[in-house]
């Protein structure tokens, strides 16, 4: 019997994909955007992700195809990269509810500040998510080839990004890959960390 296609393909501009790529860039953050956004949150980020240079367009998504189905995603960018998008796209696409994406962005001003700690020279996976069901199966790897190959392609010295800290599976994956925690956050007695950035030399 044949084995099943998995295949790793750029992502397209369109709405369709933007919606597949919002619901799994929120599964990525643990429900973050939706609280940010609210109800529309994958209309929000659908229509940003249209956009090119902001932190959620279509140029910087690679998505995972089984026989021609979505089954996951990543998305990434260089620290150079970064330093030229706006956030316009996501701002306009939010209309009314940018005051609760305000709201949000005050309240959780030391968590979204993450993205401006890119050091220069990094190569930073933004989000990766892969269906539970292919989980195990080494799609998460195949991504993680495709993400090194990317940074090195792009002239970068690091791989890097943040996880959950109470994501297991995630950092099991990442440590396997030779990534170690550089930093955690927040940095307060007697509270546990959220998130910690993981890097790897290239």
């Given at each position: 019997?044949?084995?099943?296609?998995?295949?790793?393909?750029?992502?397209?501009?369109?709405?369709?994909?933007?919606?597949?790529?919002?619901?799994?860039?929120?599964?990525?953050?643990?429900?973050?955007?939706?609280?940010?956004?609210?109800?529309?949150?994958?209309?929000?980020?659908?229509?940003?992700?249209?956009?090119?240079?902001?932190?959620?367009?279509?140029?910087?998504?690679?998505?995972?195809?089984?026989?021609?189905?979505?089954v996951g995603m990543v998305s990434s960018f260089t620290a150079r990269q970064r330093l030229s998008f706006s956030d316009e796209p996501l701002k306009r696409a939010a209309g009314k509810r940018h005051v609760r994406m305000r709201t949000v962005a005050i309240l959780c001003a030391p968590l979204l500040r993450i993205l401006d700690?890119?050091?220069?020279?990094?190569?930073?996976?933004?989000?990766?998510?892969?269906?539970?069901?292919?989980?195990?199966?080494?799609?998460?790897?195949?991504?993680?080839?495709?993400?090194?190959?990317?940074?090195?392609?792009?002239?970068?010295?690091?791989?890097?990004?943040?996880?959950?800290?109470?994501?297991?599976?995630?950092?099991?994956?990442?440590?396997?890959?030779?990534?170690?925690?550089?930093?955690?956050?927040?940095?307060?007695?007697?509270?546990?960390?959220?998130?910690?950035?993981?890097?790897?030399?290239?």
């Amino acid at each position: 019997m044949d084995q099943p296609s998995i295949v790793l393909r750029p992502a397209n501009p369109t709405l369709d994909e933007g919606m597949v790529y919002a619901r799994y860039l929120d599964q990525a953050a643990e429900g973050f955007f939706r609280f940010m956004l609210g109800s529309r949150v994958a209309d929000i980020v659908a229509a940003a992700y249209t956009q090119p240079d902001n932190n959620y367009s279509y140029q910087n998504v690679t998505f995972v195809e089984r026989d021609s189905v979505i089954v996951g995603m990543v998305s990434s960018f260089t620290a150079r990269q970064r330093l030229s998008f706006s956030d316009e796209p996501l701002k306009r696409a939010a209309g009314k509810r940018h005051v609760r994406m305000r709201t949000v962005a005050i309240l959780c001003a030391p968590l979204l500040r993450i993205l401006d700690t890119i050091a220069a020279g990094d190569f930073y996976i933004l989000a990766m998510a892969v269906d539970e069901k292919l989980r195990g199966q080494g799609v998460g790897s195949m991504l993680m080839d495709y993400m090194e190959e990317s940074a090195v392609a792009s002239g970068c010295a690091r791989l890097a990004l943040d996880v959950s800290a109470r994501n297991k599976g995630a950092r099991r994956l990442y440590e396997r890959r030779g990534m170690n925690v550089e930093s955690a956050w927040p940095k307060l007695p007697f509270i546990p960390p959220l998130f910690v950035r993981m890097t790897k030399p290239l």
